[in-house]
């Protein structure tokens, strides 16, 4: 069923999501905290706001896709909220903090607006291929409405259950895992290259058979080459992200060695002017300590 | 072409790599340190020899497959050595280091012995059905001897040149990963357990989409479900490969955070005495950390 949209940010995944939605005929009302990133999108058929206020519509959907907490709490105000009113839907696919979004969602429920946490793992090439994988949960109805609108955006939709929080926490996991297995590739093959086995020759073994799957694929072959541009998510995003894991896991009284060993990693990589790379980027630190 | 060869070493992986080689058409003569373990062998036509001495023939093919570098400096003495003599081949499948690999390369050659280093990725189901991978490396003449007998034990074949520490390397540095993907899956899955969020539905989630290979699928599910029996490899062996991955580190100069922490957790493991268990067992390292 087509749907009229409030679509919030139009960054490097906020922008290929909307795209997708209007070729699946929804009518979409755009915004974004800083102007002109909206043109190609109108060229589309999108209509522009010129603030969140504006975009959304009494009992509507509005879509989510922002920077960090801190901004998805901002934007969907109170007065933002109280417009959207009884039987509005916000799907929010940001990625945030699982305590954000249990907090968001009872907000949300005292206006009478559904909340459906909604984080999708996809870099903006598998945004537009439609190839990406989405987590969500939030309440029955909430789903109801979010299911077909975001199905078709994705190859993969997993329910992780009632909890808002549960999806995010799932997205966490899955950023820190994809960090990891950044650092676990960068330490193998410093290790080898150290002692002359070439990078690419240990990427080509391990991407085709004990490690076959995407993300040691993608990222694998980033560390391998060192080819850490063009940019598909910012490094200083991927602190943000694992800085989110140690809140959540702190939280929840989880120590997490590996990933405090990521942070420090990421840390390093700003200290060192590497913020305009590719996340990915934070591998060099294993070839800095070996003196490469 | 069939070939007579001594086969040294009736582990959990020699065995059923010498019995795959008695059913490709060649003569194995068999020996272990502890008797007991070659019935299975010779009821399949193998022949039992009390020493590797009695086992080699001049001018003969030796497998190995033993438990350290220890081991294979030991029973591959310059004994054993001056008899193969002139024309024969050693084929070293023992997991070892870089360095060992390149000063037993050394010594073969001084009794005109080849050596392959040929070590393998495979649990012995995976050696059983043939579906392993192999690394090797050594002299051309060595491989060109080896290869029509290692190819059809393993579904892929690696080649990492004339180092005879190369492949060693490589099989240190995907063991390392491996153990790093058991402490990633240990640490995201306690996570999200401590947020309400079950270990089996991120397990079902990651192993189907951006992990989706051998390696998350088989040691996640492990961790998932908390299923560290029956014991594929044994916790010491585990600590005994990440202890020469840090060794072969400090040769190269290379630290490796990762690893480091990968020795204290299997270190622990042993202290709260789980060495009975799969070296999987390490992730409940990260359970207990969490009062869990």
Chains 1, 2 share one sequence.
């Not at 990078?199 to 076959?212: G, I, K």
């Not at 590996?258 to 590497?274: E, N, P, Y």
């Amino acid at each position: 069923m087509s749907e009229q949209i409030a679509f919030l940010g139009l960054g490097s995944l906020g922008t290929p999501i909307a795209g997708n939605l209007l070729k699946d005929g929804h009518t979409l009302t755009v915004w974004n905290r800083t102007s002109g990133k909206a043109q190609a999108l109108l060229d589309q058929g999108a209509r522009e706001a010129s603030s969140a206020l504006e975009a959304v519509t009494p009992g509507g959907v509005v879509v989510s896709v922002l920077a960090d907490d801190a901004a998805v709490e901002e934007v969907l105000s109170d007065e933002v909220l109280a417009r959207l009113g009884e039987g509005s839907l916000h799907i929010s696919m940001s990625t945030i903090s699982a305590s954000t979004a249990r907090r968001l969602a009872e907000r949300h429920e005292a206006h009478g607006v559904k909340y459906l946490a909604a984080p999708i793992f996809a870099r903006p090439d598998a945004v537009s291929s439609r190839i990406g994988n989405l987590c969500v949960s939030g309440s029955a109805a909430a789903k109801e409405r979010g299911e077909p609108i975001l199905r078709p955006l994705v190859k993969g939709y997993f329910d992780f259950g009632e909890d808002a929080g549960a999806a995010n926490v799932v997205k966490l996991a899955g950023n820190f895992m994809i960090a990891a297995t950044i650092e676990m590739a960068a330490e193998a093959f410093t290790l080898g290259e150290k002692q002359g086995v070439p990078r690419q020759a240990m990427y080509d073994l391990f991407s085709q058979t004990l490690f076959a799957a995407p993300i040691f694929q993608n990222y694998g072959r980033m560390v391998a080459q060192h080819t850490y541009e063009p940019v598909g998510f910012r490094l200083p995003l991927g602190l943000k992200d694992i800085n989110l894991t140690l809140q959540t896991a702190a939280e929840g009284q989880v120590p997490m060695p590996l990933a405090s060993l990521l942070r420090d990693r990421l840390l390093s990589a700003i200290a060192k002017g590497r913020s305009d790379l590719d996340w990915t980027g934070f591998a060099l630190g294993a070839s800095d300590d070996a003196g490469l």
